[in-house]
Structure formats: C-alpha cells, structure tokens
C-alpha cells in the first residue's frame, strides 16, 4: 500500500512500479547443530540499516522467503541477544536477480560454522517434480536418501548440499539412511512443484523436513514445509508476517524486530529405528 501511494505521488502507476524494480526472493536458514541460537540480519549493500532482523534463531529454523529489491545484500550472524552494533560471528555476501530466489544457511559444525548461499530452482520438467537434499545432521555424518525405494543421494555427509533431480509427480516414501537411525516421511510432490528435503539431528535420531521451494510453474516460491501426507504450510512473499517496509523518497529501508520462528517440527514424518 505505501508503495503505491509513492508511486501515486510520482504520477507513475503502482503495477509499472513494481514491474521496474522486479523482485528476488531470499530465505535465512540455521543449519549447524551444535551451534546456540543466533540473531541473523539482512542489509542492502551499503546501508546499515537492517532490511530483515530475525531473533533467536535455533538449529533447524528456516524463515519463509521474503521478496526483495534485486540487488546486493550482506547477511550478518550474531550471537542471540547481542547488540546490533557488534561485530558478527559470521557475515557473507549475495548478489539477488530478479525473479530468482536464494536460502543463505549456517552450515557446518560450531568450530567450522560458515553461511553458504543457496541457488533455489523454482522451476522442473514439465509434469515433473524436483528434489534436492541438504544434510544437517552431525551425529549421522553420512546418510542415505531414498524416495519410494530409489536412491536419490546415496552418501550425504554432513553439511552437504545435493543438486535437484527431477522425479515423476506422485506421492512418495522417503527415507534418510543413517548408520543408527532412520527417518521416515510421506509427501505429495505435485508437478511444477519444487523441494528441499533437510535432514536434522532430532531427540529420538533422523528426522526429515520438506521445505516446498515453489509450488508450481508461474507461482511464486512457497518456502514453507509441506507437513503430514500431503498438507501445506506454505507462506509466499505476501505472508502476513511482522516485516514492516517504510518507503520514502525512492529509499527503502525495512526495520524488523522481535520476529522468533517456529521450529520446522510441524508434524514431522518421522520413524526411528526402521
């Protein structure tokens, strides 16, 4: 709404004003396990001004996508609680285009803790599904992952990040293979639809959480997990989420607080011992 008041102001319509800047779409994920809960803050490029500030992030915690101005932004890391104004643990930098999207994840143990930025496909083969499988589980260094009996990666280690495959549309069993433990899920991979399977370290061994990437061709990416058989807790880039965007004399500059994420548990498909 207040863009479309500024761009009224100039005389330009608000759907023109959109169109010129585009929009790029940008996730914050915290992968390592072994790693205290963090505050994770977004800048564009050259302003100190946070664009994104979430609190208290912990181990397992993935943001919904948040749709942004293409161009560049710096992702800083601190510890839980600490000010601002101190200097982050960790820090990188990523470059947004226009119509694409990207998750930028704390990977790694707490001694090799790094931010890795993601690619994030939003598009498959026609009548096809895609999956990928990122591993973030540390007491299971290797695993392997299956979907409906087949390999799909068959030695994840821990931290690694497995390119997209596409798979017929279909609803189907996978499965995280470790040395001791075995998590087990079931999910609907409707055509056009694109995923993110994460393996985590849980309190009763693996479990698996599907991240939904894009819900189909020409939508929007979706970020959120798919739960159960099926069901969707999908949030896209008009998610009614506490992200206030002030704009003003061609600047923007978005101040957000107080922003604490769900663990991705939300009925989990999980199965030990199997």
Known sequence: MLMAAF?????????AASAAQGTGWIRLAHLSPNTPPVDVYLYSFGNSNAKIVLHHVAYGEVSPYEAVTPGDYSVAMRAAGASASSQPVLSTSVTV??????????MGPKSGLRLQVLNDDLTTPKGKSSMRVIQASLKEQTVKFTCGGQTIVPKATFASVSSYQAIPANTWTMQAIGSGSTAT????????TVHTMVVLDGAHGLEIVNLEDAAGAGQPPAGGVTTGFGGTAGHGPGSPLPWLAVIGAGAL??????????RHGLRRQINTGV
Do not use: E, N, Q, S
């Open 7 to 15: 761009a009224l102001l100039l005389g330009i319509p608000a759907a």
């Open 97 to 106: 285009k226009d119509g694409h999207a990207y998750t930028v994840a704390g």
């Open 185 to 192: 899920g079931r999910w609907a991979m409707d055509a056009g």
């Open 253 to 262: 500059v978005a101040v957000v607080g107080g922003l604490r994420l769900r």
